[in-house]
């Protein structure tokens, strides 16, 4: 195994090629490493023997990492070292990642091919679903939209399911510990609890409406009166209904973050500086989570407030 260790305030990736050389120059070398200390890309060879990959099968930040990624990293410990393991390891992950990228893809736009294909499939679930006549262009027209709204309700289905296997799982050992990712998700999936329960609308939520409310006066869709609604759950800003909602914020004193009602692709593309998540909707429609850090960030967030705001009037 190569390390090419470089300073920290150093690209990783500006060495790939430097290590590259070295790689394919060293017959018995199998893995190879290039870090600035921060981040640390891991190579093998999967595509030609002896020949360094491209793009690394791992990426490690000593600033950020999840569980997963120290199960992974586990495999280079010197008291671990197998070549062939790493390569099989290597491979898995190679097509996982492409795979999982390949499905998101799909699921969030379901290509033609893809609709054909469920479309053909429907008779094999029962005879009652079965398309009949020629699959034609007007068809998969047609049932575009159905396949979306199937993904959305489908997704939504194996989420809750999980859930509430975790949470069988807690009381069956006698913990009734949640993890904040299950709590969080549950609350993005439910509506309000009934208000019996003692609401406060704190200081922090009020600053963070008053903040919304000035980026929208900038719309050039007027007559739509923006109100909020505190709930149990979060707190909700709406354009006088409360299901015409266009945010609702998670502001904890641990984790802040909001959904947005728009797609995940149109919420990265208009927050390419926070971390953005797509969730599951109960309502049928796409809608993102948008982490962040504090209300503050709110003013950075203007062009992506604007469009929910703009997208929910549109439709009102």
Not at 164 to 193: C, D, H, R, W, Y
Not at 214 to 235: P, Q, R
């Amino acid at each position: 195994m190569l390390v090419e260790a470089k300073a920290r305030g150093q690209k990783a990736e500006a060495h790939d090629g430097q290590l590259s050389r070295y790689f394919n120059g060293l017959l018995k070398t199998k893995v190879a490493i290039v870090t600035n200390g921060t981040e640390y890309r891991f190579f093998t060879d999967l595509r030609d023997k002896n020949f360094m990959d491209k793009e690394p099968f791992f990426s490690f930040n000593v600033l950020q990492y999840d569980l997963k990624d120290i199960e992974n990293l586990k495999f280079f410990h010197r008291d671990n070292f197998d070549a062939a393991a790493i390569s099989r390891q290597a491979e898995e992950m190679v097509y996982v990642k492409g795979m999982t990228q390949l499905i998101g893809n799909l699921l969030r736009s379901p290509s033609e091919e893809f609709v054909r294909f469920l479309v053909t499939e429907l008779g094999k679930v029962a005879l009652s679903y079965e398309v009949q006549g020629w699959i034609t262009n007007k068809v998969i027209e047609k049932f575009e939209p159905i396949v979306k709204k199937s993904v959305q309700s489908s997704l939504l289905e194996l989420m809750t399911r999980s859930l509430s296997q975790e949470m069988a799982q807690t009381v069956e050992t006698g913990n009734t510990f949640k993890s904040a990712e299950v709590e969080e998700i549950e609350e993005e999936l439910q509506e309000p609890e009934p208000e019996e329960a003692k609401l406060v609308t704190t200081d922090e939520e009020i600053e963070a409406f008053e903040k919304i409310k000035a980026i929208v006066e900038n719309s050039t869709i007027d007559g739509l009166e923006v109100k909020y609604k505190d709930t149990v759950n979060y707190f909700g800003v709406n354009l006088g209904k409360n299901n015409w909602w266009f945010l609702r914020l998670y502001l904890s004193a641990q984790k802040k973050s909001f959904i947005a009602r728009i797609s995940v692709d149109e919420a990265q593309s208009l927050t390419p500086d926070f971390e953005v998540q797509e969730v599951p909707s109960a309502l049928g429609d796409a809608v993102s989570k948008v982490n962040i850090s504090s209300v503050s960030n709110l003013d950075k967030l203007a062009p992506l407030i604007l469009r929910c705001y703009e997208k929910e009037a549109a439709k009102h």
